[in-house]
């Protein structure tokens, strides 16, 4: 285990900064090592229920966890584990901010157990409230969502959860949640979490030939034209992978937001332009109209902070499609619509971090200008 990793301190993004991010060593383990894994799971769920009647069953998930579907006494839970050589213990913020975001109204699970001390076991885990409810990306691969209304509903949620603000920025401080029960980021600066591994980013995709030289070039300038917009009092709070899979419910309405293990203290219009990595203007319309019926108005310079964060997230998700190998992927990979393979997931790539950096150039309206 790298002790140098017990925060994120250095981390912009886990998925691409993390030591292990492309050397396939997660969920990379042996029939052996699986085998004790799910012996460990087993001991677990027995001092948690007080009995040794519980089975489990592996969810084969796409993400970076193991997930497990637990049966115990005709109950349903989920247990979730995370066993990376980083020994990162991010899993408690998760369930912290769970905590939070429930009691101010935002469907969530419950997680009922979480441990990422590594001192029981070797790896982390959550046992959390299973939610009978399929991803909204699974329903729009089968062109049933009721798109606008559920943007809508998210916008609603977004700016809910962006009432809860934190002295710092960034990812949050395992260290003081354990000693204080409060969160706070570990950057006294937003700027400088924003531009955290920005150039390793884009040398990145540079000698991976997904950028040319005076295309980096261009993106360092326009950021740094724009560094004024990331100056502000407090952090909110931010999903950080607010995408489809990362929600459950139904064709109509949200059911639960999951997935919180990328949360940071940062700029509320992160969440939002995140979003316009995946969707159309339209969508991001309804997104903003949501977010408009609960703050009463979008946040000042919204619009260039939006395209910053839109840049910021789209060199982010080149990286890690690229160093994923996801432009060589087909339809049945999460990221890619039924009908289209990996070409096209580059394609989109591409053009998203053209349209932030036109935007950002003007400051363009990010309706009319997105799609």
């Known amino acids: 285990m790298n002790i140098n990793m ?14 292990s991010a492309f050397s396939g060593e997660n969920k990379n383990n042996t029939q052996q090592e699986i085998t004790e894994m799910e012996a460990s799971i087993y001991k677990i769920l027995e001092s948690y229920f007080g009995d040794n009647t519980s089975k489990i069953k592996t969810t084969n998930s796409q993400g970076n966890h193991f997930i497990y579907l637990v049966n115990h006494n005709g109950k349903k839970y989920f247990f979730r584990l995370e066993n990376g050589s980083e020994g990162d213990n991010y899993m408690e913020v998760e369930a912290n901010v769970l905590k939070r975001i429930k009691s101010i109204g935002i469907p969530a699970p419950i997680i009922f157990d979480v441990d990422s001390s590594r001192t029981k076991v070797s790896f982390s885990y959550q046992i959390m409230e299973f939610i009978n409810f399929p991803d909204l990306n699974s329903i729009q ?55 955290l591994n920005l150039d390793k980013h884009l040398y990145f995709l540079l000698e991976n030939s997904f950028f040319k030289n005076d295309e980096v070039i261009y993106i360092k ?79 000042e310079n919204y619009i260039p902070r939006f395209w910053l964060h839109l840049l910021r997230n789209m060199i982010v998700k080149a990286v890690i499609r690229v160093g994923g190998n996801y432009f060589d992927k087909k339809d049945d990979f999460f990221l890619i619509d039924t009908g289209l393979n990996g070409n096209s997931l580059e394609s989109v790539t591409k053009k998203k971090i053209q349209k932030a950096l036109e935007g950002l150039q003007y400051h363009k309206e990010i309706i009319n200008n997105l799609d």
């Open 221 to 299: 300038q326009a950021v740094k034209l724009n560094e004024k917009y990331l100056s502000f009092d407090k952090g909110c709070l931010v999903h950080k992978d607010i995408a489809l899979w990362n929600i459950l419910g139904t064709e109509d309405t949200i059911k639960a937001v999951i997935d919180w293990d990328d949360t940071i203290s940062g700029d509320p219009m992160d969440d939002i332009s995140i979003l316009a990595c995946f969707h159309s203007e339209e969508v991001i319309l309804n997104i903003l109209n949501g977010y408009k019926k609960v703050k009463g108005e979008l946040p």
């Open 6 to 19: 017990i925060d994120r301190q250095a981390i912009y993004y886990w998925k691409c900064d993390r030591e």
């Open 141 to 195: 691969k089968k062109t049933k969502l009721n798109f606008n209304e559920i943007a809508r509903e998210l916008g609603e949620y977004m700016a809910k959860w962006q009432s809860i603000t934190f002295n710092g920025y960034g990812p949050f401080n395992v260290r003081t949640l354990r000693n204080t029960g409060e969160l706070e980021g570990l950057h006294k600066n937003y700027k400088d979490y924003f531009l």
